[in-house]
Structure formats: C-alpha cells, structure tokens
C-alpha cells in the first residue's frame, strides 16, 4: 500500500512518484522539499560546528540557526504536504459539473478558491525557502570549514525552493481573482 504522505515515501519512491503523468505531487512540493533538504544541510553544518574550540565565539548564533533551519524544515516539508492537496482541489474542482448556470457559478467559485490556495500554498514556501538561504549565508562564515559545501548544497537548494516556488505562484496569478 503506498503512503498518503509525500513525507513518508523513501527518497526513491519519491523521485518515481514525481516522474510520472501524475501532476501530484509536482514542482510545488518539489520545491519544498529540496528547501526542506537544504534547511537540513544547514542543521547539519550546525552539528558539524558546535562544541568546536574554534567555534566557541558563535554559539548563540549557531543555536539560533539550528532552531530557524529545524522549524523552517518542518515547515517546508508541511507545505510539501500542503502544495499536493491544494493543487488536488484545484484539479478536483475543474472536473466539477457545468451543466446549468447555477453548476458553473458553484464550479468557478470551487476554481477560484483552490487556485488562491494553490497559489498562497507555493508564495510560503519561497518565502520560507528564503529565510534557508538567509540562514546559509549566517552560517558559511562560521560554521566548520570542512563542511562549507554543504552549506553552499543547502543554499543551493533553497534558492532552487525559491526559484520553483515562484514559478508555481506566476502560473497560478493569472487565474487568481
């Protein structure tokens, strides 16, 4: 039996669920994700780095980073959840009737809403994905010098996040009300 979470499929399952005709799950869950993996690139660096000798000047900052980057994770991986069900309502409510007057009211109001929620949905996750890449930038000077690519992995990843996100919100705008 598959999961219903894109959060409990294995890496592989995952990537194979993403190359089929399915549009779910999509660039917008994606994108989360690669953010979420590179907030978890950015904890990572903080584990790496704390208790260091070398890094005993920038514990609080590093505890703050670890905090941002474990919550903008979990967040990121929620809206990963959040962008699949969303653009699900939005397909769910284009296949609803429009035989009378009255089923292509109810039908374009379903529409409208799920498409500002599909909208909204990927606008969160840049903007979340953005405070990763803060995070990164926070860390690279400071964290533990054998780890600096992954920091830059992780900044990576939440720039792609960023980048996927927004494009998922242009395509949405022009049918947002």
Not at 20 to 45: C, F, K, N
Not at 67 to 72: D, G, K, P, R
Request: charged share 20%.
């Amino acid at each position: 039996m598959e999961p219903d979470r894109l959060t409990e499929l294995s890496a592989r399952e995952l990537v194979e669920r993403l190359a089929t005709s399915d549009p779910i799950p999509g660039g917008g869950s994606a994108s989360a994700i690669a953010g979420a993996i590179g907030a978890a690139l950015v904890r990572m660096v903080v584990a790496l780095t704390t208790g260091r000798p070398d890094a005993a000047e920038h514990e609080a900052a590093l505890t703050d980073i670890a905090v941002a980057a474990a919550t903008a994770q979990s967040a990121l991986l929620n809206l990963a959840e959040l962008d699949a069900a969303a653009y699900d309502a939005v397909v769910r409510a284009r296949r609803l009737p429009r035989d009378t007057d009255l089923d292509r009211q109810a039908r374009a109001t379903q529409v409208a809403a799920a498409v500002r929620e599909a909208t909204r949905v990927p606008l969160e996750t840049a903007r979340i994905a953005a405070g990763v890449l803060d995070l990164a930038e926070r860390l690279a000077p400071i964290g533990n010098s054998n780890a600096v690519s992954d920091v830059g992995v992780g900044a990576l990843l939440a720039a792609a996040a960023v980048r996927g996100a927004v494009l998922n919100v242009r395509i949405n705008l022009p049918a947002v009300d």
